[in-house]
Structures are given as structure tokens and as C-alpha cells.
């Protein structure tokens, strides 16, 4: 069972470079959710969606944009990448609103 | 943004102590999950508590919920090397978000 997929699982950027992160569950989950992981700061929240067609912003939106055009797939844009935003990125799904995350392996992204 | 407080940040126990981690909200949590995070991977959970003063148990893990839902606290007895890792809560509140505590890294010793 593949769970959720976050490709790519690493990659580096120069200052002012876009790209695309993508994840993907199998699981037929409608609640996706994109986090950010730096150390001592725990994992914040960056946007979510609730369903296919639906995204909603996070704690630390600025900077981030997504995407939900099918229900397993969430996306997550960087459209001018920052140093600030060098981080691992983790995506997660579930299936009800208290229902358990489950997490994708993560994406080292390192700007520079 | 609800703030979730996480204490301790950092923990370094030798195998067989007791301890304690605790995770705190001026908020009303709908819900609230704990997490174990291994280096290099994604979290896993370990619990979801939803009814104020509900006691969980798995194995030597222990986890309490608040009677008035804004805390928690896990207790893990007689700890193991296999329980190092980065124990993280989070909570749930009226919305579809869940937001995480910053966490506690535990490190036990043999």
C-alpha cells in the first residue's frame, strides 16, 4: 500500500525559482494537508483542503500557493522560492475531521 | 492561531525512568492527537482523545486528556531505547485545521 506520495524528496533552488511539490494518497481520503518542518518549530500549517475544488490557508501561508484538481492530489507551489523558505515539507490526508494524519516520507527543499 | 505549548522541549532519561510531557492550550481542543516522529520520517500516531478526563493506555504509554480539554499529557513508564523520538500533540478545535505543539525530542539511553 503506497499510503501518501510526496515527490520530489529533495531538491534545491535558487532565490527567485518556482516549482511544484506533489502528493498524492490512494486511500480515498478528502481532508490533504501541507506542513512545514523546521527545527524547533515543531510543524506548522501551511494551506489544507477539506475536498476536491476546496483549499483553505494555514498558519504560514504567504509565499505558498495550492492546488486540489482531484481528490488524491494536492499540490503545493512555490512561486518565487526564499532562503526563508528552505524546510522539509510534509504532506497529509485523512479521512474524517478527528480522524488519524497520515503523513507522506517528506520533501528536503533547500533554497539558496 | 491556537498556540499549542509543548514541555519539555528536550528530554534525556536513561532506560527504566519514568517520565512525563505535557501539552497545553488556552483553547478548547474538539479533539487532540500525540504523534511519535523517527528521524528522517513522517509522523505516526499514537493516540486520539476527545472526551475531557479520558485516560488512554497503550502499553507503557499513558495519555490523559484535560477535564476541561485544553491539556494533555503523556506518560511513558519504565522507558526504552525504542521510545526515542520527537513526541509531538495536536490539536483539532472547531475547524478542519490541526495544529501541532513545537515538541518534545526524548532521547533514552541504554
Known amino acids: 500500500n503506497a499510503g501518501v506520495t510526496q515527490t520530489p524528496k529533495f531538491r534545491v533552488l535558487k532565490t527567485g525559482q518556482s516549482m511544484t511539490l506533489l502528493c498524492a494518497q490512494d486511500?480515498?481520503?478528502?481532508?490533504m494537508y501541507w506542513y512545514r518542518q523546521d527545527p524547533g518549530m515543531g510543524l506548522r500549517l501551511i494551506h489544507y483542503?477539506?475536498?476536491?475544488?476546496?483549499?483553505a490557508k494555514g498558519e504560514v501561508p504567504d509565499g505558498y500557493n495550492v492546488s486540489r484538481l482531484k481528490k488524491q492530489n494536492f499540490l503545493l507551489g512555490l512561486e518565487s522560492a526564499a532562503p526563508s523558505q528552505t524546510s522539509v515539507y510534509f504532506c497529509?490526508?485523512?479521512?474524517?475531521?478527528?480522524?488519524?494524519?497520515?503523513f507522506g516520507e517528506g520533501s528536503r527543499l533547500t533554497v539558496l | 492561531t491556537q498556540l499549542l505549548e509543548q514541555s519539555p522541549q528536550f528530554l534525556s532519561i536513561q532506560e527504566g525512568e519514568n517520565l512525563t510531557v505535557y501539552c497545553n492550550s488556552s483553547s478548547v481542543f474538539s479533539s487532540l492527537q500525540w504523534y511519535r516522529q523517527e528521524p528522517g520520517e513522517g509522523p505516526v500516531l499514537l493516540v486520539t482523545?476527545?472526551?475531557?478526563?479520558e485516560v488512554k493506555k497503550l502499553k507503557r504509554l499513558t495519555f490523559q486528556f484535560g477535564d476541561a480539554r485544553k491539556d494533555s499529557s503523556l506518560h511513558i513508564t519504565a522507558a526504552q531505547p525504542g521510545d526515542t523520538g520527537l513526541y509531538l500533540c495536536?490539536?483539532?478545535?472547531?475547524?478542519?485545521?490541526?495544529?501541532f505543539g513545537k515538541g518534545t525530542s526524548l532521547l533514552v539511553t541504554p
Open positions: 497529509a490526508s485523512r479521512t474524517s475531521r478527528t480522524g488519524e494524519l497520515f
Open positions: 483542503s477539506v475536498g476536491e475544488g476546496t483549499t
Open positions: 486511500m480515498n481520503h478528502e481532508y
Open positions: 495536536a490539536g483539532g478545535y472547531s475547524g478542519y485545521a490541526l495544529n
Open positions: 482523545v476527545v472526551t475531557g478526563g
